[in-house]
């Protein structure tokens, strides 16, 4: 159905060559997938979950209908994670979302500044309409 082109299969090939991958190193199960796909997703186990033994990495993917389309995307998968893995990447990722996380962070300390100086003004607006205090009759 999802036919992978024969050069994309060849690129995918040497890219895990390159990365010392063996056949004999992933270990592939099937599962039935999740999701849009109707009866074929129902029936056919086309969710591919590809191990790679000697560094402990697991991918599941389960994007498209078809098994065989799965079972590409699921190693190009494996291969990005292996190189983003030996490159540091996943420490890069992992700075960008702490960076995120307080930058989100100061943004909440300053709409709580914000709330409470409105408050504060809605005080003061309360406070001007109170009756006027009896004074002292001395």
């Given amino acids: 159905m999802f036919a992978v082109t024969p050069e994309k299969e060849r690129a995918l090939a040497a890219r ?3 990365l010392g991958v063996v056949a004999a190193d992933l270990e592939e199960a099937f599962v039935r ?3 849009k796909g109707g ?3 129902n029936k056919v186990a086309t969710c591919v979950i590809l ?3 000697p560094s402990g990495l697991q ?3 389960q994007q498209g209908r078809s098994q065989a389309l799965n079972r590409f995307l699921a190693r190009r998968l494996l291969c990005e994670r292996l190189e983003a893995q030996r490159e540091g990447r996943a420490s890069a990722e992992r ?3 702490e960076r995120v996380r307080r930058q989100k962070r100061r943004r909440s300390r ?3 500044a914000k709330l409470l100086a409105a408050k504060r003004m809605r005080s003061e607006v309360k406070v001007l ?3 006027p205090a009896p004074e002292d009759a001395s």
Avoid: F, M, Y
Wanted: with cysteine.
């Fill in 16 to 18: 895990l060559a390159r």
């Fill in 33 to 35: 997938s999740r999701g």
């Fill in 39 to 41: 009866q074929n997703v």
């Fill in 51 to 53: 191990r790679h033994r």
């Fill in 59 to 61: 991918v599941k993917c």
């Fill in 95 to 97: 700075q960008a979302r």
């Fill in 110 to 112: 300053r709409a709580r």
């Fill in 129 to 131: 309409r109170r009756p």
